[in-house]
């Protein structure tokens, strides 16, 4: 166990260095001006780690004002960070969602159907170059227009932007299984959906954990973004919105960190989901 | 010892004395990969009989089309010309009709599969009952030495193990006829003889037709009743040759003067057919 933290520690603490040198080095300015007259330059550096609206905020402010934000108010009220997380999370769950509902049928469909092989990923591949973060503002105005409010357009966005690697992935996935394999099968005169579930999809399982993992972290940037016009009132996307209309740099470090655990949370999941698979094919995917 | 063999060589070989039609009938057999330029001749006008529980060895150097006849037999590629029957019907219909078990040079196990579970593949796909399924691959790991395994994973195995257990794979379902693609030339030495015995004795038990694809002399003339020699550019049989040797065998059948003269027979018909330029 502390051969395995040392190291995560060590970079721990260097990024915290680092962090309370720059955020000295920023805040300074501020800092000596809003400090009385003949104040020392320690003491100016003290003030520093202590502003209200700094240009980065020390780590121990984001620590405290998460603290505040999460523990101070009830989970159901718009002041508490746990009720933006939540909110994000659960328009990030369902695009998710979609996106592995769809991402997986594309697969099967491509390596199932040569026609489709051929007109399909042109579509996808260039379904992928519109740059969704760019245009999600109005993706949401315009599913707005015609009544789609809510969590719906957020899910969307989320799943446009997160099942191209879950596609990707099982396409190679469903391919991986090699000529013998496959020659195997036909021996036994199995049928195409024998193939398919005792070979191509068990095979695919290792190639969609990983797959998995970058759509996660995806739908999560997707949900955000997709929170950030039309003055929307909830979600972490709201939250950095808000924060930065009105300076509160504290804000914004706290919902990106809420961000960024939301984030872990999701990877733990799929490890946990995937480790549960290893564990029955005897430790190997 | 002698004595003893030469009592045991009395009695016939099984391929003798094996009625009906042959399992396995190619005449004017062709087989052609590719065209133009690419186009190579695989199979050049191949005619052989295999008949039922004979064990026969297609031997010869790489590119001689033995692999080729092989995957023929097993519907795995198509006749360009002439005509192969397996069973009394078209290679396709006996494939669709799981006439065979065919063993790969590799084990090509699936590796999310413990090695019980890959015994039991085929009979999954054959519809068996979960209880027949076990009780099945039970028998056929045993057989092969592997019961106290059946729990393992392949890549926990060593590459013979992993190749017995293809073995018991291709046995499960009881095929009358088993076609065996090189499926000890990734082995060492002793694993490999041990293998050879192991399945010589299979063979006698089960009085199943085998064919055999192999590049070495002794591993054919240990195995076989009969060895069809092939050579390469066209692949093409070159000889057919009876190993009259006694029916039950064991290893040290390899130092006695009747295998070495059968041994020495297929080289210098391999020498003929082969030019080393």
Redesign the interface.
Known sequence: MIRRAAPVAVVMLAVLVVWYAASVWLNYDTAANLADEGATRWQIVGDTMRLDRPLLPAPHQIVAEMITSIFGYPPDNPRSLLYHAAVTAYAAGVGFAIALALGVVLAVGIVHVRTLERSLMLWIIASQTVPVLAIAPMVVVVLGNIGLRGMLPKALIAGWLSFFPITTGMVTGLRAP?P??R????????SGR?VFA??RW??S?AFLFPSLKVAAALALVGAIVAELPTGAQAGLGARLLTGSYYGQTLQIWAALFAAALLALLAIAMIDLAQSGLVRR????L | MAAELAVVAATPPRAETADGAPVVRAQGLSIVFGSGDQRTTALQDVTLDIARGSFVSLIGPSGCGKTTLLRAIADLERPSAGTLVVNGMTPERARLARAYGYVFQAPALYPWRTVERNVMLPLEIMGLKPEERRKRAARYLDLVGLGEFRRRFPWQLSGGMQQRASIARALSFEPSLLLMDEPFGALDEITRDGLNMHLHELWHRTGMTVVFVTHSIPEAVFLSSRIVVMSPRPGKVVDVIDVELPATRDLDLRETPAFLKVAQRVREVLRAGHSYD
């Open positions: 090699d013998m394999q020659d195997l099968m036909r021996t036994y005169s199995a024998q005792m070979l068990p095979a399982m094919r005897g430790g190997r």
